[in-house]
């Protein structure tokens, strides 16, 4: 497994790195709201009738982009924390 390399981080690289990664996580979940609204409406207008496995799949791959970015929060805060800042 990969060393956690927070550590080594200064205090200020550790802050602008846990603003970044909390930007880009809200960011992707505000996108994958949308995106899940966009197909529940699709799918209640074209009743599920003939619905394309390409316009599901998105929603489904979302989780698994969305969770290393919440581990690596994680691991940063944890780190954040530990430093007491």
Known sequence: MKKN???ELS???LLKKHKIVKSATI???I???IALSLLLYI???KEFKNINIATILPVFMMPITFTPLLL???L???EIKSRNL
Do not use: A, R
Request: glycine fraction near 14%.
């Open 31 to 33: 996108c994958f709201v």
């Open 72 to 74: 690596n929060l994680g």
């Open 43 to 45: 799918l209640i207008e």
């Open 76 to 78: 940063i805060k944890k």
């Open 5 to 7: 390399n927070f550590s």
């Open 27 to 29: 960011g992707l979940g």
């Open 11 to 13: 205090n200020e690289d």
